[in-house]
Structures are given as structure tokens and as C-alpha cells.
């Protein structure tokens, strides 16, 4: 597979912004779709999306635009989404539910393979079509192909977790508890908080 | 109040970080953050993070680092955050439910203070201490002082119920149904769609 060297964080950041512009616009009938197209629908501008664009390879043609399906496909391979992802979910209370139960996993290729919680009244139970098992038999998942999980616990708990799936093998979380995590330089943590997401609007009202 | 002019978005995204850092890290009784620390503790590199806080004024010391409280005040003010914004939550289902209970969203100075629904089962209900209303009912926000509303509804209804808010006079948006809006330019959206977010992680595994 081609290298790709030097790219900023920020590029990265928005591809997969790219990815399900194109998944959704192509699955609008679109053969091919322009940066200043791309720029509209997503809130960018047009050099910017060149500009992401161009450092993975030359895959558009000036006058005409990207060609959907195979820029999709391409992000898709750059990204490591070409292949199947099993992530676990750790916490089954209402945001875990509504992530279990979220369809928006599939587009990228994410399979939530297993869910976790600590409460005895939920272990046992069903969701999504998973049974929930208990997060002290989380060191089991290093048998498995399983390299990313999603944190959906408070806060207080989230640490000793992640220590957990650290050394059970998982190398990429995305955290939605209210903290930060410490973690060893291999692994990737990319952290939401709605409200801290929400943080920045009141700025941009005049 | 001063003016600030040409602020990077980038920027202006990270912001919300650094008061939650400056917030928590405050709370563990510390007087003073450097750029180094705080580095640390965002997973940025201290020449951003002083880059950043240099567009709003020079409120650091170098070799002694950032006063915590005031810099925290004086982002909350940067951002429009030292006063408490009203905004509505559409959508009573899982991840509305989640989103009415979290905590977090008091740490920046947001209210919910309304909830929406279209399902008559939930109209009349309450959650988090609020009666869910009929959205059917929405343009009626326009008599308070709501600039802010939390879309967690499909994304099929999503681009109507944003129609209704701009009307009624939201002019911030958190975003969480997987499609993109279309919103005249004064109003400013922010897009979350876990999925999505989560689809960097597998190009950082190695």
C-alpha cells in the first residue's frame, strides 16, 4: 500500500467529513461532484477541500470535479474503512443505547461487536441485538480482533477503563465521557462533549 | 467590550477546550497552567496552545503559565459563555433523553429549556424536570429568548424542524441527526455524528 507522510491532523480530521458527503451525494445519483460542491454541502471552502484532497493523490480532473464513487472509495482505503472495524461499547445507559441502537456506525464500516456495563440489574439484558456483559470480563476481548471501543460511562470510571482496554489490545477509543484520558502515545483517543462541542455558538451569534 | 477580529475557526473550536481544561484542572486546586501542562492534558502541543490564547490578549507569564480562574473567566467572556444561554432540545427518544440529563452542559452556561417531540406517547411527559410539548408547537420559542437548539431527531425531519428554529429565531444549532442542514449564513451550525468522528481512528492503528 502507498505511504502517505506528513499529513496535518486537521486533514485527517475531515475526511471522513469527505466520506459521507460523497456516500450520501452519490447515493444521489452524482457522478461527480466539484470542490466548490463539496464546499456548500459541508461548510468549506473550495481550496481548503483541494487542497485536503491533494494529498493523498491527483483523483480530480479541473472543470469536471471528483468522481464520487471512486474519491469514496479511495478515502475509504486511506482511512482503513475498506475493511469491517469491531469496536465494543462500554456502558449501557441512555447514551449507550442510543449509540448501540445508532445505524450511522455501519456507513463507516464500524461493527459494535460487544457491549459492557457494570450494573448487575443490566448485565444479562439485550440491546441492539447484543447481550450486555459485565465490564469486569472486559480483559476477555484480547482474544479477538477488537481494536476500538467506544466509552459511554461517567466519568469517574472512564480511566480505570480505558487502562483495561489498553492492555486488552484496543488502540483507538472514542471517549464520551466528561474527562480526559491518559493513555499510552500508541493509542488514539479522539474525545466528545456535546456541551464543549456546543461551546463555540454562542461566539458566531451577533 | 474589545473587538476580535480574524480569529482563525480552528481556533476558535479549541477554545471550548481550553476552558474545560482551565475549569477542571482549576477545580483540583491548582493557580496557575502552562502551555506545557495543558498540552499534556489536550493531547496539542504547547506553540498551538499559546498561539491560540495569544489572539485574545496577552494573559500569560512566561515561565509561570496562565492564571487558572482568570483565564477561564476571560474565555467564558471571549465565547459568550460568562452569561446563561437558553437553548431547546427537539427530540425525546434515546439520545435525547441522554442528552436532557447530562450534566455537562451547565459547565459552559447552557440551559434546556425546553424539550420537543412529534410522538403523541411522549407529549406530556416529563424528562430531566421538563414536559415534553408537541413540535407541531415549535414556532412558539419565538416569544422567549432562545438563540440555541440541539437537533436529536432522524434525519429525515431534521431539515424542516431547522427550518421552524430559523424562523423562530435560533441562530446556533448542535447538529446530532447524521445529514447535513441547509441555514441561511447568519446561523451557525455544528455537526456531530459519532460515526463520523469515530472514523479517524483506524488510520492512527498501525
Avoid at 491532523?9 to 460542491?37: C, D, K, N, V
Avoid at 464513487?69 to 475493511?83: G, M, N, P, W
Avoid at 455501519?106 to 459485565?134: E, H, M, R, V, W
Avoid at 484480547?142 to 459511554?152: K, Q
Amino acid at each position: 500500500m502507498m505511504k502517505y507522510r506528513r499529513i496535518p491532523e486537521e486533514t485527517i480530521r475531515r475526511m471522513p467529513r469527505y466520506l459521507r458527503a460523497f456516500s450520501t451525494l452519490g447515493g444521489h445519483g452524482r457522478g461527480f461532484l466539484s470542490s466548490r460542491q463539496l464546499a456548500d454541502y459541508l461548510h468549506l471552502n473550495p481550496p481548503q477541500i483541494r487542497k485536503d484532497l491533494s494529498y493523498f493523490g491527483d483523483f480530480g480532473t479541473r472543470g469536471v470535479g471528483y468522481p464520487v464513487s471512486q474519491t469514496a472509495e479511495q478515502i475509504r482505503k486511506i482511512l482503513k474503512l475498506d475493511v469491517s472495524q469491531k469496536a465494543v461499547l462500554i456502558g449501557a445507559g441512555r447514551l449507550g443505547t442510543a449509540i448501540a441502537s445508532y445505524p450511522g456506525f455501519a456507513i463507516f464500516g464500524f461493527n459494535i461487536a460487544a457491549i459492557f456495563d457494570n450494573a448487575p440489574a443490566k448485565i444479562g439484558k439485550k440491546i441492539a441485538g447484543l447481550t450486555i456483559q459485565d465490564t469486569a470480563r472486559l480483559a476477555a476481548i484480547r482474544s479477538g480482533d477488537v481494536h476500538l471501543a467506544i466509552l459511554a460511562i461517567p466519568g469517574e470510571a472512564a480511566q480505570t477503563c480505558a487502562d483495561t482496554l489498553v492492555q486488552a489490545g484496543v488502540r483507538g477509543i472514542l471517549n464520551l465521557s466528561p474527562c480526559w484520558l491518559r493513555v499510552p502515545k500508541r493509542v488514539k483517543i479522539v474525545s466528545i462533549d456535546l456541551a464543549m462541542e456546543m461551546g463555540t455558538l454562542p461566539y458566531y451569534i451577533k
